[in-house]
């Protein structure tokens, strides 16, 4: 039998692990519009990444294309379009279902992801917990509810049953102060924030590492992850053949993904927001 871990140990990891989502969720949205940006703006080397940001060369490109960008842009379905604005609560949910759902099956393909801890630890149940507690910090945004505190109670109820006091999640009563949440954030996201000044962008294999320490962060509650939400039965029993092993696997983190996506949405209809 494992170490009994207490509410407040739940919240020592939780309250860096929301703070760190921030930041991460910021790069998966914006993943999208600008891929497709690039795909009608002029070459590589015709414009530099400051021009785009600033809008000067954009003189450069003709009318007529612009508006078609633009109105292409308001079209698609991404967060900050006109078409998202329209979308319904449950719609932007799904999307986020779609989209932390790719992005972890895509993570747990690249080789040596999580270094030499990934021979030790099951990568698979870390990306997973990681995943469904990204998307559930994603919906909570969807349905209003921004506090800290709030996606701390949200995800230690769906991923661990756990109740947890409103003024502990809220970080009065833990173990941590405020230079240590700070430091333990800064941590989780440090791959994302070299990418960004390296790059001017968060590359996939920094998403895949901040992910990998999401999931390593979460493994300090033990067996409180068997907890979360699971595929269904035959997604394990298929999951130990060989071959279909993969797809079974699949299909069963997307199931739990839903499931996550579902517990989570009752929860938060229940539990009015509080201030952030």
């Given at each position: 039998?494992g170490?009994?871990i207490?509410?407040k140990?739940?919240?020592?990891?939780?309250?860096?692990?929301?703070r760190?989502?921030?930041p991460?969720?910021?790069?998966?949205?914006?993943?999208?519009?600008?891929?497709?940006?690039?795909?009608?703006l002029?070459?590589?080397?015709e414009?530099?990444?400051?021009?785009?940001e600033?809008?000067k060369?954009?003189?450069?490109?003709d009318?007529?294309?612009?508006e078609?960008?633009?109105?292409?842009?308001?079209?698609?379905?991404v967060?900050?379009?006109?078409?998202?604005?329209?979308m319904?609560?449950?719609?932007?949910?799904?999307?986020?279902?779609?989209r932390v759902?790719?992005f972890?099956?895509l993570?747990a393909?690249?080789?040596?992801?999580?270094?030499?801890?990934a021979?030790?630890?099951?990568?698979?149940d870390?990306?997973?917990?990681?995943?469904?507690?990204?998307?559930l910090?994603a919906i909570a945004?969807?349905?209003?509810?921004d506090?800290?505190?709030?996606?701390?109670?949200l995800i230690?109820k769906?991923l661990?049953?756990?109740?947890i006091?409103p003024?502990?999640?809220a970080?009065?009563?833990?173990?941590?102060?405020?230079?240590?949440?700070?430091?333990?954030?800064?941590?989780?996201t440090?791959?994302?924030?070299?990418?960004?000044?390296?790059?001017?962008?968060?590359?996939?294999k920094?998403?895949?590492?901040?992910?990998?320490?999401?999931?390593?962060?979460?493994?300090?509650?033990?067996?409180?992850?068997?907890?979360?939400?699971?595929?269904?039965?035959?997604h394990?029993?298929?999951?130990?053949?060989?071959?279909?092993?993969?797809?079974?696997?699949?299909?069963?983190?997307?199931?739990?993904?839903k499931r996550?996506a579902?517990?989570?949405?009752?929860?938060?209809?229940?539990?009015?927001?509080?201030?952030?």
């Open positions: 039998m170490e009994v207490t509410d140990q739940v919240v020592n990891v939780l309250r860096p692990f929301v760190a989502t921030t991460m969720l910021d790069a998966l949205r914006e993943s999208d519009p600008l891929g497709l940006v690039r795909r009608v002029p070459k590589s080397g414009l530099s990444s400051g021009d785009i600033d809008g060369q954009l003189e450069k490109v009318r007529n294309l612009l078609k960008l633009l109105d292409g842009l308001e079209s698609v379905k967060p900050g379009t006109e078409a998202w604005d329209a319904s609560v449950d719609d932007r949910d799904s999307w986020w279902v779609n759902g790719r972890t099956v993570l393909s690249i080789p040596g992801l999580g270094g030499a801890l021979d030790r630890l099951p990568i698979q870390a990306l997973a917990t990681a995943g469904q507690g990204l998307l910090s945004s969807e349905h209003g509810h506090s800290q505190a709030d996606r701390v109670r230690a769906i661990f049953d756990r109740d006091d003024q502990l999640a970080g009065h009563g833990d173990d941590l102060t405020d230079e240590q949440e700070d430091a333990a954030a800064a941590e989780l440090e791959d994302l924030r070299e990418s960004s000044e390296k790059h001017g962008k968060i590359t996939v920094a998403a895949g590492r901040t992910l990998w320490r999401f999931g390593r962060t979460l493994f300090a509650l033990g067996d409180e992850l068997d907890k979360r939400p699971q595929g269904r039965f035959y394990k029993a298929i999951g130990l053949l060989p071959v279909v092993g993969m797809a079974a696997d699949y299909f069963g983190e997307r199931s739990a993904l996550a579902k517990k989570g949405r009752k929860w938060l209809a229940q539990n009015p927001p509080t201030m952030a």
